[in-house]
């Protein structure tokens, strides 16, 4: 299922009619990598996953606020 939603979230990635339908669609991307990388982890019983599962995170998170105040102020750094 979280595959599928991969799929579902790389078509309106590629065929979103605005910019702001992409953003959501790649941080919504990568929400369900993240759930892969969490039950990936589960299955083999080890906390390396959930670290780089957290990392991912706040990597995703910092890079859709800077992308989406680029589109809406054309500057990330004031």
């Known amino acids: ?3 599928l ?3 579902l ?3 309106r990635l590629f065929l ?3 910019r702001g339908d992409r953003i ?3 941080d919504t991307m990568l929400i369900n990598a993240i759930a892969l990388i969490v039950l990936f982890g589960i299955y083999e ?3 390396f996953y959930f670290e780089a599962a ?3 995170a706040m ?3 910092v890079g859709t606020v800077a992308y989406t105040k680029f589109l809406l102020r054309g500057d990330i750094v004031e």
């Open 5 to 7: 939603a991969i799929v």
């Open 54 to 56: 957290l990392l991912l």
């Open 59 to 61: 990597v995703g998170f």
């Open 16 to 18: 979103g009619p605005s």
């Open 24 to 26: 959501l669609a790649l």
């Open 45 to 47: 019983n080890t906390g």
């Open 9 to 11: 979230n790389a078509l």
């Open 1 to 3: 299922m979280i595959a």
